[in-house]
């Protein structure tokens, strides 16, 4: 990628590696969300390992949706496009259970409050 006319083409190679930086930990976030997706339990709230209270199941829940949302707010309109078609990819392959069918309902909910038509058109 040649530098535009008029600017240091050192800052726009570091600025262009900066970038593709984030999109690969864009991606490899993604992947990562899947993956706590995929390893929720069937019945959360029932578990007899678990010793959440409701209310820190709640407030974990509540800070899931707002990294995710703040998280598609911040990509680029491509970087944009490319999380939305691994998402749909996700939701067209993955076999979930019910409780893990809620959490991906976060994140399409995250998804679409950054672009509703984009995800429309997609879904």
């Keep these: 990628d040649e530098a535009p006319p008029g600017q240091?083409?050192?800052r726009h190679e570091q600025a262009r590696l900066v970038t593709d930086t984030f999109a690969d930990w864009a991606h490899?976030?993604?992947?990562?969300?899947?993956?706590?997706?995929?390893?929720?339990?069937a019945n959360p709230h029932h578990d007899d390992d678990s010793n959440k209270s409701d209310t820190e199941t709640r407030t974990?829940?509540?800070?899931?949706?707002?990294?995710?949302?703040?998280f598609f707010m911040q990509l680029g309109p491509e970087l944009y496009s490319s999380?939305?078609?691994?998402?749909?990819?996700?939701?067209?392959t993955a076999f979930l259970i019910p409780n893990q069918q809620t959490q991906l309902?976060?994140?399409?909910?995250?998804?679409t409050a950054v672009s509703p038509q984009a995800v429309v058109a997609k879904f």
């Design 28 to 41: 490899r976030f993604l992947s990562q969300t899947f993956a706590f997706i995929q390893n929720l339990s």
């Design 105 to 111: 309902g976060v994140v399409l909910t995250s998804l």
């Design 60 to 70: 974990s829940e509540y800070f899931f949706h707002c990294t995710l949302e703040v």
């Design 8 to 10: 240091d083409p050192e």
């Design 83 to 92: 999380a939305l078609q691994k998402v749909a990819n996700f939701c067209f």
